[in-house]
């Protein structure tokens, strides 16, 4: 592999996985901006921005992994940061909504 060009078992995967998690961003946008009150608001943008962030991070990884020819595993702790990051914050920021509400 002359750095130029993916084989297609690893760019089809990769461009599916950042199209699906294109799609799941879109889908948390939408329900952000749909569902009404803060509970039930909260849901949608938490699962798109973990699953969709994943999605992208997966490709990345198959990407790089690729092109440098030996297993990229740094990409990992990014991973492991935003799907454990976001829904730690949501349920955070949940807690102190049923907090003010009292």
Request: proline residues 5%.
């Amino acid at each position: 592999m002359n750095g130029t060009e993916l084989s297609p078992w690893i760019a089809l995967p990769a461009a599916a996985l950042l199209i699906t998690g294109g799609l799941l961003g879109l889908l948390g946008a939408l329900g952000l901006l749909r569902l009404s009150g803060f509970y039930a608001r909260i849901h949608a943008p938490t699962l798109g921005n973990t699953l969709g962030a994943g999605c992208v991070l997966i490709a990345s990884i198959l990407v790089s992994s690729a092109i440098a020819e030996r297993p990229v595993v740094h990409e990992v702790l990014i991973t492991l940061c935003v799907i454990l990051s976001s829904p730690v914050t949501a349920m955070l920021l949940m807690r102190a909504a049923i907090y003010r509400d009292r």
